[in-house]
């Protein structure tokens, strides 16, 4: 049986976190979010973990000053992991 590795669970957890949040603004925005997200850098949301930055600038061309909202729901989301460096540093590009 394989087994995840630590980063690929904190991987899964904030994929997770950003389908839920996206979700419950309803399955158009999730839908839109990947869409955009595919074209702009022709990745999906688990590389959101690795590049940030990417997340930010989709939420950012979406709803504009709006998306500090929903950056804010998911830094809620993820706060008691914020202790564990990977989540922090994503917490920190997001914020920006």
């Given at each position: 049986?394989?087994?995840?590795?630590?980063?690929?669970?904190?991987?899964?957890?904030?994929?997770?976190?950003?389908?839920?949040?996206?979700?419950e603004?309803?399955?158009?925005?999730?839908?839109?979010?990947?869409?955009?997200?595919?074209?702009?850098?022709?990745?999906?949301?688990?590389?959101?973990?690795?590049?940030?930055?990417?997340?930010?600038?989709?939420?950012?061309?979406?709803y504009?000053?709006?998306s500090?909202?929903?950056?804010?729901?998911?830094?809620?989301?993820?706060?008691?992991?914020?202790?564990?460096?990977?989540?922090?540093n994503?917490?920190?590009?997001?914020?920006?």
């Amino acid at each position: 049986m394989l087994e995840a590795t630590d980063e690929q669970i904190k991987k899964a957890l904030v994929t997770i976190t950003i389908e839920k949040i996206l979700l419950e603004m309803g399955k158009p925005v999730l839908d839109t979010f990947t869409k955009k997200l595919y074209k702009n850098y022709s990745c999906f949301i688990p590389d959101c973990y690795d590049n940030p930055e990417y997340l930010s600038q989709v939420l950012t061309e979406m709803y504009g000053n709006s998306s500090k909202t929903i950056v804010s729901e998911i830094m809620t989301d993820l706060e008691e992991f914020s202790d564990q460096k990977p989540i922090a540093n994503f917490i920190k590009v997001i914020c920006k």
